[in-house]
């Protein structure tokens, strides 16, 4: 038999691609889910049992927590990557260490064959086939709901033509949970101007009242939380669960997508803006000003081509070489304050401060010069406006 790796999540467009390629067009069909953040064991084992009841030969659950922690959510916080200045890429992150793990698995198991249930109409139809085409262009790609344009009526039908009656009640909003946030879609974000509803959101206000938290990074990577050390992965989850029960993190993004047309989509992200916030103040006080805006321009471009499934691109490698270096000297702690629906940055603590009350205050008393170089200092910075207004003015 054609041995093929299936990109499985058990959803309706997966599950409609089990049943389809092992019995209708005979494959050996290997099942494959990525948990990047979200999944618990029994959801897992679900999964699998839907798999196999479904025609799989096989089903694998891939651990890939720690490695899109380590491939990408690392450069993300480095780059304080906001796509838009608003979305910290919750889910388009996901997808490609998703596509890389699956393409990895399909050689591994010798498969001549890789599908997914995406559609034509999104952002990850881009994403996995160029990873996979990139990596193992010998390896074909199949995608049957693409291909056949097949609406949700009629996957539903077909699978309760071949004995598959599962509840296919599409939910109101679709929820996408990772390490790195949760995605929320509904019929407000298909328009312009609705906005999600509070019970659309997973997580709802449990705490009131205000809680301070400190959060301790060393060379750009949180290392503790209220000095309480773990991995960074460990301290993700953590502040997501305790900063979820203030409902903080919810907003519309509002984006480009890759195929060209315009699209909305909610997320709630606590951990993941929180973090990028304090990090990025830790940065203000620690890095130079001219480091601070090279950062900016270089954690934009890596968020705009991880997004667009560049990934493997070499001058990915190039950033993230950059965005490692700015961060020898980011290194100490951040007082946040968790308020409902909000949070906020109050300081920092750092032995790498450059706020160094040795060489004056800003707007106080200078110590570090004497009014002579302060005047001096101003004539010659003002020379190249004083040679232009010259000129300019004396041709008018």
């Known amino acids: 038999m054609k041995k093929l790796v299936l990109a499985y999540s058990g959803g309706l467009d997966t599950s409609y ?8 067009k005979g494959f050996e069909v290997h099942a ?23 025609g799989a030969s096989t089903y694998t659950s891939i651990d890939a927590v720690q490695t899109f922690y380590d491939k990408v959510v690392k450069y993300l916080i480095f780059g304080n990557v906001l796509k838009n200045n608003t979305y910290p890429l919750s889910v388009s992150a996901e997808r490609i260490v998703q596509a890389i793990e699956i393409v990895n698995h399909a050689k591994k198991v010798g498969a001549s064959y890789i599908a997914h249930g995406s559609t034509g109409a999104g952002n990850d139809q881009v994403r996995f086939d160029m990873i996979f085409q990139i990596i193992a262009p010998e390896i074909e790609i199949i995608t049957p ?5 097949l609406s949700r009526e009629a996957e539903i039908a077909y ?5 598959v009656d599962y509840s296919w009640e599409k939910a109101k909003y679709s929820i996408n949970r990772g390490l790195w946030g949760t995605s929320v879609g509904g019929e407000e974000t298909l328009t312009s101007h609705s906005a999600l509803p509070d019970t659309a959101y997973p997580s709802q206000l449990q705490e009131t009242e205000p809680t301070d938290v400190k959060l301790t990074f060393k060379k750009g990577e949180l290392i503790a939380i209220n000095g309480k050390e773990n991995t960074p992965v460990n301290n993700i989850i953590a502040l997501d669960a305790l900063a979820s029960k203030y409902a903080i993190g919810r907003d519309i993004h509002v ?6 047309i315009k699209g909305r989509v909610g997320f709630e992200a ?3 803006l929180i973090i990028i916030k304090a990090h990025h103040l830790l940065e203000k006080h620690t890095l130079s000003k001219w480091q601070q805006f090279q950062k900016e321009q270089q954690g934009n471009f890596y968020g705009m081509l991880l997004h667009e499934g560049n990934y493997l691109d070499e001058v990915m490698r190039n950033i993230e070489v950059f965005l490692t270096d700015t961060q020898k000297n980011v290194s100490g702690d951040v007082f946040v ?5 909000r949070f906020q940055l109050n300081g920092i603590d750092s032995k790498h401060d450059l706020m160094n009350a040795s060489f004056g205050s800003y707007g106080e008393m200078n110590k570090g010069w004497t009014a002579d170089d302060a005047k001096g200092f101003i004539k010659i910075l003002s020379n190249a406006g004083k040679i232009y207004n010259h000129v300019n003015n004396s041709h008018d």
């Open 17 to 24: 691609c089990a049943k389809y390629l092992s019995k209708d």
């Open 32 to 54: 494959v889910s990525v948990n990047t953040g979200g999944f618990s064991k029994e959801e897992i084992a679900s999964i699998q049992e839907k798999a196999l009841q479904l």
């Open 145 to 149: 709901i693409r291909d056949n344009k």
């Open 159 to 163: 699978l309760k033509e071949n004995g």
């Open 255 to 260: 984006g480009d997508t890759i195929i060209g």
């Open 270 to 272: 606590p951990a993941s």
């Open 337 to 341: 304050s968790l308020h409902p629906y």
